[in-house]
């Protein structure tokens, strides 16, 4: 029973890394003041909620990102970030539970729908709603593309559950 937690800890704290790694590494800035910026690190998180289930998703979602975050200086978005990447992982770990492929795009869809519009409350609660009104279309395409290459990946995925199981 300690061996399987373990490994599960293990496992979600590598998924961390890697969240934290592609987003941190592969980041295009915003023109906006409010320093937000497009990256992929979305597929990472879809991936660790398919693979791992919603606990963990959340878990690398929200730690990896917020990190990258913080690493890249953008520290105001660190806290809200975390909740917005958590609350995906989550959401698309608990509905890609029997996961088919047509469930994990849904799911993964769906998790960004919820950046999109958590970055939007956000913006317009801490900045003004011009400014997150700007941003939503560069965060819709963050959204496409890291569920494109979610959804590319996914092959890759259900080898590894294979290894995993």
Known sequence: MKRIRL???????LMAAIVFVVTYLIRIPLP???????NIGDTPIYLTAYLLGGPAGAVAGALGSAFSDLA????FYAAPTAVIKGTMGFVCGRLM??????RFV????LGGAIMVGGYALFET???NANQALAAIPFNCIQWAGGV???TALFPSARAVERILK
């Open 7 to 13: 490994l599960r800890i293990t496992q979600t704290a």
């Open 72 to 75: 890249a200086g953008y520290v």
């Open 125 to 127: 609660f801490f900045f």
């Open 32 to 38: 906006f003041a409010s320093g937000g910026y497009l």
């Open 97 to 102: 539970k029997q996961g088919d492929w047509k």
């Open 106 to 109: 849904l799911a993964s869809a």
């Open 148 to 150: 494109l290459a979610a």
